[in-house]
């Protein structure tokens, strides 16, 4: 069954402790994106890969890291550096060259 | 700067009343555009892009490329149309970099 997966869904974890959501891909696409979900402020891009070993940062990298060492996985670290990790984080992938990109269910992460 | 805004965070219509849901980006270049929707406990999803001109559940998006919109609309609501919309301009290059609108909850009621 072809998609996107994150896991896992709901993750707790202790302020100052560095944290990795994971994100799954089996649909051969070059492109993942992460994003953060809030309340009133829609999704606001992290970081986002278009080819394996490269990724740029989006709009609000800071506090976190990224890797893309295979096509199919884009793992996401919340370091103990972001100020407000408490969040829902949404994956997705896309075949470069302006085509729909297909989301996960999410991971919602607290801090606490 | 590039931007994308959705003005509206909440609209509230009537079963059967059009909708018209705003989308104002200011990008440089010609970013391609396209309406996501995020129905309750459902994962985010394409509603439509705009270089496909075509009509999904009788939604409709119009490039207004003078006034930088993206407006999308339907004519009569219905209930299942209540969910999340989000209007994402995508800017294609080496690093094709896909964004998102604040969102707007669409609210159809009796």
């Known amino acids: 069954d072809g998609g996107i997966t994150q896991s896992p869904k709901y993750l707790f974890r202790k302020e100052g402790q560095n944290v990795t959501l994971s994100c799954e891909q089996n649909l051969n696409h070059d492109a993942m994106y992460w994003y953060r979900q809030d309340p009133g402020q829609g999704l606001r891009l992290i970081y986002y890969s278009q080819i394996v070993n490269d990724f740029q940062k989006g709009d609000i990298a800071e506090g976190y890291s990224v890797s893309r060492e295979k096509k199919e996985s884009f793992p996401l670290t919340v370091t103990s550096a972001q100020k407000n990790p408490t969040a829902f984080y949404l994956c997705?992938?896309?075949?470069?060259?302006?085509?729909?990109?297909?989301f996960g269910q999410g991971t919602r992460l607290t801090v606490v | 700067a590039q931007r994308v805004t959705q003005p509206e965070k909440l609209l509230s219509v009537f079963k059967g009343a059009p909708v018209e849901l705003k989308c104002n980006y200011s990008?440089?270049?010609?970013?391609?555009l396209f309406w996501y929707v995020q129905y309750s406990r459902q994962r985010l999803q394409l509603l439509l892009r705009?270089?496909s001109r075509e009509s999904i559940k009788g939604f409709t998006a119009d490039l207004n490329k003078g006034e930088t919109s993206f407006h999308l609309k339907k004519p009569f609501a219905q209930e299942e149309d209540s969910a999340m919309y989000y209007c994402a301009p995508l800017l294609t290059g080496t690093a094709s970099k896909l964004t998102f609108g604040t969102g707007t909850r669409l609210q159809v009621t009796l």
């Open positions: 705009h270089i």
């Open positions: 990008y440089s270049g010609s970013p391609e």
């Open positions: 997705a992938s896309s075949s470069t060259g302006g085509t729909e990109a297909f």
